[in-house]
């Protein structure tokens, strides 16, 4: 007979803190590639650590050197053709539609480009033999090292991004007194740049190039200093040389004349000299121990174990090349914490956001401009901040929302003459809102909205209605766009996005505009005003404010149209049933209602829940690197564990460091997701999609375990959030939970769902599956019932694993303990 108790603490909570040890990216040769190099970040300030023995480089940004000027890319005679394209698509003239806009709907901009500031080189003569060189990343630490063996001398150095005193820290230092020899230059790699050097302290001034007949206002200044014990320093016209020294310290300070998006006032010299004078006041080894405890707040509050095996004493490129076909748990848990190491590392309170690169960048001309692609990208960078505990980390992105909803209004009045704010599928650092990339790709007016997701969620898993209060207007104008610009469309009625698309993607082939996609009422539009009105309402809801607004967002959301399933049994991608069978886009916009929204469930619309996966099966599963992280929170919804094992398994495919393109997705050998090229975000995606893997609370309840794959029969997991303010630990064995320590921040029902039952215990109480959860945290707006097409056979939906539902009154700042013995 099994027993069951649980267990309640009366004790206040405290923060919580669950250290894991060994968690090192290593290698045993340098870097040659940016993807082979190791990200050390402070927010504000990265770089690319390379480790070469001999001639050692450090790649440096700033997260605010863009190219450009404070600016919005409008057009004002956009707004003139904008009734001619909702016409066209009316009139079922796809074709004329898609040709006009790709002709007319066209930005003198498209976004500036975020810029490296240059680099820093570290040159030792005859250091070109070394052994037992070893070079690591300590994800628990935050801190980059090396180390080697030349002529009977250990020699090692430490890099970090201090956020403590916001400079990057490289620490020289040797086994025998005076054995130090090495010089330091500044790398430029902005044409309009120089580089002076006085005493102890090179001097690195630039300006990024003119890009889209923008002159870059953007000045910034790189200071580097270097502190020696023993030995001497000469400075020559470009570096400075050392010699005889024991040990040293260099520090990089790095700053722009940026204030805001609108507002290049400061004086970068001021800001990086004083920075600087700062830092080299300070003892070494107390600002790693800093740096070690700041980092640490964020990174402790999660661990993760699925065990460990012979393969975690691998270099982690070999680990990665190995993994398709040689089972390495400790890797799984290295590849989560990484993804978090990343969002710490570059999403600081009071930073800029991360953006499609984080915030490492080497590359003058990069990939997509490294800006915030808004149709997925940045969205996904910020999935993990508030399951994986950081929950401070989206601040940055809050106040990019702050201010999108300024320059927003300006593109929602002269493009779509409405009122409220909105903005298109990319900004840049100056908070751009027009079209981008012209009139296919740039014809997607949602991602503004899509944005404003992030700011319910802050307030679901944290109950701050402080913030909430702050973030309504936010949500209030993004509302107020589509209640002035959603049309109704001539065959059902009903209101739609026009002119819109699913991104990216397109539903039919056509030789003079090449292909089409401009569409209205694509199913991402609906779920993404679904959902934004279905989130206003309930924050005017808890704010007691705005009842006629709330009336009029109810009626609007009720003459939405319903998601649709088309003649393959799948969840309809448009409007219309023109879905290809073979279609194996990169991106799954239609599926946005099962992840990241809660809008598709097996347990509330199982036919709609049976449709998206049948979308997913035929969308398969290799794709780009982010896609397939996208992919992971997708099998982890549809509770199928072994799948979303697969895709990570898909993803931790060994991609050169040299490759930039391509079809296939995968990681690089620093465990950097490979698009490819370089993208940030599917790091985020698959960091993201482990925590689902292991627990969900979007459909009513916290669900224990919904996708727990065959491969992981035991482990534990500490520190998660869910919403309605619980952190959760839980400690599984032979796929079965055997304990769970919920801690209750906000007070409330704490309802659990579990894949098998938990007992009959005083406190825990069973419930029925109809049965509505009384805490609003986990109210959920149900859609509309979906339509079905007279083409497709209806097959019944597989049947899901049983699970149990149990409520537990919980008092805020209490602590439950529940055991299975």
Request: charged letters at 20%; aromatic letters at 10%; a neutral charge.
């Amino acid at each position: 007979m099994r027993r069951y108790f649980i267990t309640l603490s009366i004790c206040a909570i405290s923060l919580s803190s669950f250290a894991q040890s060994n968690l090192k990216l290593w290698y045993d040769q340098p870097a040659t590639n940016f993807n082979e190099a190791l990200p050390i970040g402070n927010g504000r300030l990265a770089a690319m650590v390379f480790g070469a023995p001999a001639s050692d480089k450090l790649q440096l940004n700033e997260e605010s050197i863009w190219t450009g000027q404070p600016h919005n890319n409008l057009t004002d005679s956009q707004g003139l053709v904008i009734p001619e394209l909702r016409r066209l698509l009316f009139e079922k003239k796809y074709a004329e539609a898609q040709a006009l806009s790709k002709e007319k709907m066209k930005s003198p901009q498209n976004g500036m480009s975020y810029q490296p500031a240059g680099n820093l080189l570290l040159n030792f003569k005859g250091h070109d033999k070394v052994t037992n060189y070893r070079r690591e990343l300590d994800i628990s630490k935050a801190v980059s090292s090396i180390s080697y063996d030349l002529g009977g001398v250990h020699y090692k150095r430490t890099y970090f991004a201090s956020f403590v005193d916001s400079v990057i820290v490289i620490h020289l230092e040797a086994s025998k007194a005076g054995a130090l020899n090495f010089e330091i230059a500044a790398g430029k790699v902005q044409k309009n740049s120089a580089v002076s050097v006085q005493g102890n302290q090179i001097r690195m001034q630039g300006t990024p190039a003119e890009a889209e007949g923008l002159a870059a206002k953007i000045n910034f200044v790189t200071l580097i200093n270097v502190v020696n014990s023993g030995g001497r320093i000469a400075a020559a016209d470009t570096s400075i040389k050392v010699s005889g020294a024991s040990s040293a310290t260099i520090y990089v300070s790095i700053a722009t004349n940026f204030k805001n998006y609108r507002d290049l006032s400061v004086d970068p010299q001021i800001k990086a000299a004083g920075i600087i004078s700062r830092a080299v006041k300070k003892d070494y080894d107390s600002q790693l121990a800093a740096q070690v405890k700041f980092y640490q707040q964020y990174y402790n509050r999660v661990s993760l174990d699925l065990g460990s095996n012979a393969s975690a004493a691998l270099p982690t490129d070999q680990r990665i090349r190995n993994f398709k076909t040689t089972y390495d748990p400790q890797l799984l848990s290295l590849y989560f914490q990484f993804g978090r190491y990343l969002l710490i590392s570059s999403s600081q309170p009071g930073d800029q956001p991360g953006n499609l690169q984080g915030k490492w960048n080497d590359r003058i001309k990069p990939a997509w401009d490294s800006k915030y692609t808004i149709n997925i990208n940045t969205e996904m960078n910020y999935w993990p901040s508030e399951p994986a505990n950081l929950s401070e980390l989206g601040t940055p992105l809050f106040n990019m929302l702050k201010e999108l909803a300024v320059t927003g209004r300006e593109s929602a009045d002269k493009i779509y003459h409405a009122k409220g704010w909105m903005a298109h599928h990319n900004t840049d650092l100056w908070r751009i809102t027009g079209i981008v990339d012209g009139g296919f790709y740039g014809m997607f007016p949602n991602g503004g909205a899509w944005l404003t997701r992030h700011l319910w969620e802050h307030y679901l898993y944290t109950g701050d209605q402080k913030f909430l209060k702050e973030a309504y207007p936010i949500l209030k104008g993004a509302a107020e766009f589509y209640v002035d610009a959603l049309q109704k469309e001539p065959d059902h009625g009903w209101l739609v996005v026009s002119p819109s698309m699913s991104p990216e993607n397109k539903y039919m082939s056509d030789a003079k505009s090449g292909g089409v996609g401009l569409t209205y009422g694509s199913t991402m539009d609906n779920q993404i005003v679904f959902e934004l009105f279905s989130h206003t309402i309930r924050a005017a809801e808890v704010l007691k404010t705005d009842q006629a607004f709330v009336e009029v967002l109810q009626q609007k959301r009720a003459l939405l149209p319903p998601m649709q399933i088309g003649q393959f049994g799948q969840l309809q991608e448009w409007i219309e049933d023109w879905d290809r069978k073979n279609d194996q886009h990169r991106h799954i916009s239609h599926l946005f209602g099962l992840y990241p929204a809660n809008q598709i469930s097996p347990y509330r619309n199982p036919d709609i829940f049976a449709a998206a996966k049948n979308t997913l099966i035929s969308r398969g599963d290799v794709s780009t690197g982010w896609s397939m992280g996208w992919k992971v929170n997708f099998w982890a919804r549809m509770k199928d564990g072994d799948h979303a094992f697969k895709i990570i398994s898909d993803q931790l495919n060994l991609v050169s460091p040299e490759v930039q393109s391509g079809q296939g997705g995968g990681t690089y050998p620093n465990l950097f997701d490979a698009h490819p090229p370089f993208q940030i975000d599917g790091n985020f995606g698959c960091t993201a999609g482990i925590t689902e893997m292991l627990l969900q609370s979007q459909d009513g309840a916290i669900e224990l375990l919904p996708a727990l794959p065959a491969a992981w029969d035991k482990g534990s997991i500490k520190g998660l959030r869910a919403r309605g303010g619980f952190v959760i630990d839980i400690d599984w064995e032979n796929h079965r939970v055997k304990h769970v320590k919920i801690v209750s921040t906000l007070g409330g029902n704490c309802r659990l769902r579990s894949p098998h039952a938990l007992g009959k215990t005083a406190g825990l109480k069973p419930v029925a599956a109809n049965q509505e959860n009384p805490n609003g945290f986990f109210r959920v707006d149900q859609p509309k019932k979906a339509l079905l097409s007279p083409k497709v056979v209806q097959q019944a939906a597989a049947p899901l694993k049983e699970t149990m539902l149990y409520d537990l009154k919980t008092e805020t700042g209490k602590i439950y303990e529940i055991n299975t013995l």
